[in-house]
């Protein structure tokens, strides 16, 4: 946050994978009270026709969010849903070893 903050007052701020690699940073960011928009990856022809980097993507992401054409609103992490989709992960990853307790979940 300090890095963040060290240009200037943050506000807003655009997170690619709100709902896996970056649920962390946007619980995070809400924390902070910074508003978090979240930022879809540019489709395929466009990737192709600028070229795929780290740089690349940054700057799509931050003029998305800057011109206002990123307005998506991720889930929250928490709550029932998110307990919801903890626990069916985890009776995905573990259905041999546990069986019954998985079935009474995937049934309601």
């Known amino acids: 946050m300090a890095w963040?903050?060290?240009?200037?007052?943050?506000h807003r701020a655009g997170v690619?994978?709100?709902g896996s690699y970056g649920t962390a940073l946007t619980r995070s960011l809400r924390r902070e009270g910074i508003d978090v928009v979240e930022i879809n990856q540019p489709d395929r022809a466009t990737?192709?026709?600028?070229?795929?980097?780290?740089?690349v993507d940054a700057d799509a992401a931050a003029r998305a969010v800057l011109s206002g054409r990123a307005t998506t609103v991720?889930?929250?992490?928490?709550?029932?849903?998110?307990?919801?989709r903890v626990a069916s992960r985890m009776c995905t990853a573990t259905r041999p070893t546990i069986p019954t307790g998985c079935a009474g979940i995937r049934r309601t």
């Open 47 to 55: 990737r192709r026709k600028r070229g795929k980097t780290d740089a």
């Open 74 to 84: 991720p889930k929250t992490a928490d709550g029932p849903a998110a307990d919801m």
């Open 16 to 18: 690619e994978c709100t």
């Open 4 to 10: 963040a903050r060290s240009f200037g007052v943050l």
